[in-house]
């Protein structure tokens, strides 16, 4: 069974930076870690689960939901079978549980922010919190 972990999770004042690490091993006979995409993912409380970010496996398609457009940055070491998110300059509404997940895609499921359906395989999260 694929197994996905998140780090990097904290809290952090409004305008500050964290960088998530998603490790992904235990992959099905056959397969290579860079086959598929991962996407991450935010759940606020009360609120549904939202992509933010997708890399495909070759990193040739990165994707980025408009709400963190221009603040949060993903990339992958294949190599490490870990994927990055960089945010800056958080916002206390980008407060939530960020998951990474990956399907059986080679590109990203579009649109990302309601693409959470369409994959099989999660992590356990890690905690933003963004307040002052």
């Known amino acids: 069974q694929l197994q996905l972990v998140e780090s990097g999770g904290g809290w952090v004042q409004p305008g500050g930076s964290l960088r998530l690490s998603c490790i992904f091993s235990n992959f099905t006979s056959g397969e290579s870690s860079d086959d598929y995409a991962i996407t991450w993912f935010r759940q606020a409380p009360g609120k549904e689960r939202e992509g933010v970010s997708c890399?495909?496996?070759?990193?040739?398609?990165?994707q980025y939901a408009d709400s963190v457009k221009g603040r949060l940055t993903i990339s992958r070491d294949n190599a490490k079978n870990t994927v990055y998110l960089q945010m800056h300059d958080l916002l206390p509404e980008d407060t939530g549980i960020y998951f990474c997940?990956?399907?059986?895609?080679?590109?990203?499921?579009?649109?990302?922010?309601?693409?959470?359906?369409?994959?099989?395989?999660w992590g356990q999260g890690t905690q933003v919190t963004v307040s002052s």
């Open positions: 890399i495909s496996g070759s990193t040739d398609i990165i």
């Open positions: 997940a990956r399907g059986r895609f080679r590109g990203c499921v579009l649109p990302i922010e309601q693409s959470a359906a369409s994959y099989p395989y």
